[in-house]
């Protein structure tokens, strides 16, 4: 019945495994996935193109001029942002698309697109986000610190989210983002092509009584 596709927005804590989350949604139902632009250096076995698009500094502010995203932002001292022509390309198609972006991010891309969904992942508690940071074995202690001071800062900005969904069990977490992102398909405001074809056809058949 939708003939444009859904944007979906998942934000969530620095740690919380969203990334893991993301890739299994794309694996396991096909959604279409924005890959990001990034300054920061790349982790182990990440790979250009399909992690991020791994950018300088120099390389990303060229882009910002030209008009190339959709939405930027600077976190923990590197800049992300979402490229348009992709995700403009896919809706058109009818695909739903996923950013996983941070909250920054997702504030310009509600106020652009004002039926995207925004979801929001996190931890089933504060020790196990901790946890999950240092096990990562990525960062300093430093960085760590700056990481759990803006998920403390994060959680006055999780209200503006219409779903919160926690990652305690990732095949869990997979499935019930899915069934979020499902049942938004079906809500009536997003059915309005099926709503005046079903009138329209029903005024001619009626016609015939």
Request: proline fraction near 2%; aromatic fraction near 10%; hydrophobic fraction near 35%.
């Amino acid at each position: 019945m939708n003939k444009n596709g859904m944007l979906i927005v998942i934000s969530g804590f620095s740690g919380v495994g969203k990334g893991t989350a993301v890739k299994k949604l794309v694996e396991k139902y096909g959604y279409s996935l924005s890959v990001s632009a990034t300054t920061r250096a790349p982790r182990v076995g990440e790979v250009d193109g399909v992690d991020y698009h791994f950018k300088t500094v120099e390389e990303f502010q060229n882009l910002i001029d030209y008009n190339g995203f959709i939405e930027w932002a600077q976190y923990v001292e590197n800049y992300y942002g979402t490229p348009k022509k992709f995700v403009e390309d896919e809706l058109a198609k009818g695909n739903n698309v996923i950013l996983e972006i941070e909250v920054q991010g997702a504030m310009h891309i509600k106020e652009q697109y004002p039926d995207a969904v925004l979801i929001f992942i996190t931890a089933p508690d504060a020790d196990t986000l901790k946890e999950r940071l240092e096990g990562r074995g990525t960062e300093d202690a430093k960085v760590i610190a700056k990481r759990l001071k803006r998920a403390y800062e994060e959680i006055d900005d999780m209200v503006q989210y219409d779903y919160l969904v926690v990652n305690d069990d990732l095949d869990v977490c997979v499935d019930d983002i899915h069934s979020v992102i499902c049942a938004e398909s079906f809500r009536s405001t997003r059915n309005n092509d099926y709503m005046r074809n079903m009138k329209t056809e029903l005024e001619t058949i009626r016609k015939d009584y």
